[in-house]
């Protein structure tokens, strides 16, 4: 088994200062950055590529060995029109050192051109601390026929028999994350690979016989020091994980085999085929994975790929949905841009899954709430597409499309439609309510001007007092014991007094006022509140003193309050709003039923 002892973090940037060239990905590892050089005012990607290796020391032609492979998968993703390309090396100081090509059709590997003097640092590149390295390779890295290794838990154990150089310790190694994250939607933005693999706790970890390990959701039993991993044709990348096609096979130590995983591996996790080099940026509630296909700044979609746990332990990459995640709405609403933004996610699945025949599109506007937990109010879109028999070129049917978004701002605007009839019934409501108040009040109007000429029968309605009888329990019966009573009278106020107002009609009495109110002068009033007696003070009779706390005191404008005679004054009083008129409560009864008003003017 080959392992490569590479840590690279790709990093998918916009264009630097410089027009001429694009910053392609960084290496922390072998400390060297990647641009692309293109002409000034060209898009960096085209058939034929410059790549420009600027190394922070001095350039190491093993470390572009070991790069380019990698760099090829992220032009695959990013720049699906690359064929080949020309590779020059420089150092810290700018200086060029070596230089070559590679080519997509040769599986982008690195070669040599041999006019330039190769740099002959390729020795340089072991540690200076590490002791002396025999020259001749080490011995055949664990062959096959190696007794196989047990199946570990998630803690990684140090190989026993580490097949590459000391150089590039697994401890230091990362991940390749070639992902652009320059735009959120709707508060999510692609993470890092590496974050979402440490998040995925439903993962068993296990090492085959050279210490690569893999990521596996069966749950080892209480026999799991019986069982044992063994791989064929797997790449251990330089995080320890297995990746690339091959085959792993766990074994119990009585000869059963328990399972048995072929395919493509990433990051130790098992698919059903050869996986392109894409990040896997998040897992659902079922355990699928979600891969970045690409991120689009420009219409501001991220594109990925489903790829459903299977019942085998694997996850598949055959036909799975392709989903646009975008809060740009207005992809969806015409035909020309719903075509656009499929075709164009589906030109770069080309690129990454050339094999796929059919597939289901969905676009959403949130990936947590529309993918994690399926809400469809954040689906925008959904279609099948697939190739056509002869041309093999993708197309869809529209007349078989389901538009999320045209359904999600129809059922809005019929919640909204439901919600103004429902305020319009509770307007109604209130305008009804106002209404039968305001027939009541017409009513009383109504009576008190047939009272008019019947002042006692007018004052009877306003006026109530303490009852009195010289046998029996009566009102005044019980201010005497202490109590107290409701009271609405007519009173005339002579002058101030200690505590209060003098009051001289209709009987001897002491006025107080709440703070409320403000203070009487001399004269007639309709007076609320309430009366008790005085247990020490004694009136001009020699009877307990009347006290009465005011609570409303009206003014009246003539002796003996004869102007409360009037209907109109009445009704303001009782209803309690001095700017009552017939008409205004003839108008509320109109704002509720127009008809019904036109009989109460002809009642009057």
């Given at each position: 088994?080959?392992?490569?002892?590479?840590?690279?973090?790709?990093?998918?940037?916009?264009?630097?200062?410089?027009?001429?060239?694009?910053?392609?990905?960084?290496?922390?590892?072998?400390?060297?950055?990647?641009?692309?050089?293109?002409?000034?005012?060209?898009?960096?990607?085209?058939?034929?590529?410059?790549?420009?290796?600027?190394?922070?020391?001095?350039?190491?032609?093993?470390?572009?060995?070991?790069?380019?492979?990698?760099?090829?998968?992220?032009?695959?993703?990013?720049?699906?029109?690359?064929?080949?390309?020309?590779?020059?090396s420089f150092n810290a100081s700018g200086a060029s050192v070596a230089s070559g090509s590679a080519s997509k059709a040769?599986?982008?590997?690195?070669?040599l051109n041999q006019a330039t003097p190769t740099n002959a640092t390729a020795a340089a590149a072991a540690p200076s601390a590490a002791p002396a390295v025999a020259a001749p390779p080490p011995a055949a890295p664990a062959p096959t026929s190696a007794p196989v290794a047990p199946v570990v838990a998630a803690t990684p154990a140090t190989p026993a028999a580490p097949a590459a150089p000391a150089a590039a310790p697994v401890?230091?190694?990362?991940?390749?994350?070639?992902v652009p994250r320059d735009f959120a939607v709707n508060g999510w933005q692609p993470p890092l690979e590496e974050e979402v693999l440490k998040g995925a706790d439903f993962f068993t970890q296990v090492q085959d016989q050279n210490g690569c390990r893999f990521r596996l959701v069966r749950k080892t039993d209480a026999n799991a020091q019986y069982l044992s991993a063994q791989s064929t044709g797997v790449v251990c990348g330089p995080d320890g994980y297995a990746s690339g096609a091959g085959q792993l096979t766990l074994m119990r130590s009585d000869g059963m085999e328990i399972g048995s995983y072929r395919g493509g591996f990433h990051r130790g996790i098992p698919f059903n085929r050869e996986v392109p080099p894409l990040p896997i940026v998040a897992f659902d509630g079922n355990h699928n994975a979600y891969l970045l296909l690409h991120s689009e700044p420009s219409t501001r979609v991220h594109y990925l790929i489903q790829a459903d746990a299977s019942w085998d332990g694997r996850w598949n990459l055959d036909n799975q949905p392709l989903i646009a995640l975008t809060d740009n709405l207005d992809l969806f609403r015409k035909i020309e841009t719903i075509r656009s933004t499929l075709f164009f996610g589906l030109s770069k699945l080309d690129s990454a899954l050339p094999k796929t025949s059919s597939l289901h599109f969905y676009a959403i506007r949130d990936l947590p709430q529309g993918v994690m937990k399926n809400d469809r109010e954040q689906w925008l879109y959904e279609v099948s597409a697939s190739r056509g028999w002869?041309?093999?070129?993708?197309?869809?049917?529209?007349?078989?499309?389901?538009?999320?978004?045209?359904?999600?701002?129809?059922?809005?605007?019929?919640r909204e439609r439901e919600l103004a009839a429902q305020r319009q019934r509770e307007e109604q409501l209130k305008r009804e309510q106002l209404a039968y108040q305001a027939e009541q009040q017409l009513r009383l109007y109504r009576e008190l001007r047939k009272e008019a000429n019947n002042p006692r029968q007018l004052y009877s309605r306003i006026l109530s007092d303490v009852s009195y009888s010289p046998v029996g329990s009566s009102g005044y019966a019980g201010l005497v014991a202490g109590g107290n009573a409701s009271v609405s009278q007519i009173v005339r106020i002579s002058g101030k007094s200690d505590g209060g107002w003098s009051v001289d009609y209709p009987y001897e009495a002491l006025l107080s006022v709440d703070d409320g109110q403000s203070s009487p002068d001399k004269g007639w009033f309709l007076v609320k509140g309430k009366v008790s007696l005085d247990g020490q003070k004694r009136d001009k009779e020699d009877l307990p003193l009347t006290l009465i706390a005011a609570s409303n005191l009206q003014p009246c404008s003539e002796d003996g309050c004869?102007?409360?005679?009037?209907?109109?004054?009445?009704?303001?009083?009782?209803?309690?709003?001095?700017?009552?008129?017939?008409?205004?409560?003839?108008?509320?009864?109109?704002?509720?039923?127009?008809d019904r008003a036109v009989d109460q003017e002809s009642a009057e």
């Open positions: 088994m080959r392992t490569l002892g590479i840590t690279l973090s790709l990093l998918a940037v916009s264009l630097t200062a410089q027009a001429e060239s694009y910053r392609l990905a960084y290496s922390k590892a072998e400390n060297v950055e990647v641009f692309v050089d293109h002409p000034d005012g060209q898009p960096w990607c085209s058939q034929q590529l410059e790549l420009r290796f600027v190394f922070a020391a001095t350039p190491v032609q093993a470390s572009i060995e070991r790069l380019m492979p990698k760099l090829g998968g992220l032009l695959n993703s990013q720049c699906g029109t690359a064929a080949s390309l020309n590779w020059k040769a599986g982008w590997v690195a070669t401890a230091e190694a990362s991940v390749a994350n070639s002869s041309s093999k070129a993708w197309d869809f049917n529209p007349q078989y499309a389901r538009n999320w978004l045209f359904d999600a701002e129809a059922k809005a605007a019929q004869a102007d409360l005679r009037d209907p109109l004054k009445l009704v303001r009083q009782q209803v309690g709003d001095d700017h009552w008129t017939p008409e205004a409560a003839r108008e509320t009864v109109k704002q509720a039923w127009p």
